[in-house]
């Protein structure tokens, strides 16, 4: 009755559930005088029995020579096992295992072994039950180890070294995270493809899922959010490649938040070119009505006026009105500004920069400027080279001392070649014409533009006192720009200086800086209203507020108390 041959010409499912229960407790036939031989390639192969003991669930019939499966006979399922039966010898053991884990397999097993039992449905719901316990448990692991991958690379990227440029260091760090995991280490050495999780491609998936998730939540915010500002300044990647960081700044909360929302690689560096990049970049989020400032530094600064970039984001954000972003000192903006109108200028602060760079990277250089320039100023300010203005005042007024230190450099015993060779270029500089009026010109002016930064950026202010440091400044930079004919033609020690074109070069700086004031502070009124923003003030101002003391506020900051 359990044999194929009988099974093959009945439906089981028609036949008395006594019989039924009578084929199973008789369960596959497994006859021991099977002989199923498969030759090919000059090899003879033979079925051995003892897989019967090895699949349980394994039959054969001696008439057809093949072997079939006594639960898919039974309930139906793949042709190969219930039709025309497996022959093929070679590749057995790898058929078994494959139809073994079939869905339609464990589904007859199952039907198989709860066939007689009092409550089927009950059965299989527990069965079911189990499989989606399994899966929730399956996801919360993977979801742990997701949660775990992310927070390397996360470190990573604090660290510079997310993506392509180090995979190793990556490795390294999640190796060490698997160390103190037992849950992570035993993922990561269950899976063989696991290792793969180091290559670029992986990390670079999992990057742009968290961005899109990321986005998603600052677009959520930014609904629920009454007033954005947006500020966006020039940056370069690990490729050299200039880009437009977008960051937008909003509240939450009750606190004011700030949060990156993209880069954007702008070719048209023009100012109707950054504007219309700025403007796709925010058009998505639909805050028309919200924006209500806008500040630029970097490619607005050097490339674009800001008076023509903000006109042009206004016409589409009729509330975005300009502020000078304050997290960038003044004097590096104004840096920019003129590198941007003047090639002269450009080669100047690259110059000026390498002052810097050469003894600030080394303790010994630094030693020998400290002792060169100990005669005349104090150890503390002889090491102060950085900062623009303070390099220009120092390369300036130490000139003298400067070249006694590279001439010793180059002269004495224990410096190396590179060392040397610099110190000559450097000595060069000192004696460059162009070089000492530019470094004499902005000696002059950085310190003014300093002195107004520090005005600009105290907590305590009120509008006249921002007013007359306008005033003084636009003064004595207009008395400066009088003067550069005279320091283009004052004389170095003991010789005359070359002519050259830097006056009217000093001149153009000079009408940049005042028209870049011009630009960013034409009221000064509204800089009171920065205390608003003061983070330890917030809250109070939140709760004036809330409980109708808005007046009393408002008269408070326009007396500047």
Known sequence: MNHVDYLSTVRFSTLP??????????????PDELVIIQEGNGKKRSFNPEWFYRKSWLTASISKKALFCFPCLLFEGESVWTTTGFTDLKHLSERLAKHESCASHVDNSIRLGLLGQTNVPSALDRVHGRDIEEHNRQTEENRYVLGRIISCIKLCGRCGSAGSLNPAIFKCIFETMCEGDSRLRRHYEAEPYFSGIASAAIQNELLDC????YRDEVARQLLHTPFVAVMTDECTDGSCNSHMAVVLRYMVNNTVIERFWEFIEVKDKTANGLATAIMASLDPLHITNKLIAQTYDGSAGRYGSVRDIEARVKQRYPLAHFVHCYAHPLNATLQQVCSARSSDLKVFFADLATFTNFFSNSYKRMAALNEALSRRVSRRQAARLN???KTANSVWKGREEIKECLQNIRTQEGWDK???SEAYGLAMHLQDPKFLQFSQFFSELMPEVDLLY????????NANGIRLAIQTFKKNVGLLRERTDLIAQDGTEGSKRMKTDAAATMQEACDAVLSQVDERFPESDHLITARLVDGALFPQVCKFVSSGRA??????????E
């Open 17 to 30: 559930i006594k019989q039924q229960l009578e084929i199973k407790h008789l369960g596959p036939h497994q």
């Open 210 to 213: 968290m961005y899109s998730v």
């Open 387 to 389: 900062f623009i203005s």
């Open 418 to 420: 590179a060392t040397i």
């Open 454 to 461: 520090g005005v600009l950026q105290k907590r305590k202010m």
């Open 551 to 560: 007046g009393i506020c408002s008269q408070t900051v326009a007396r500047g």
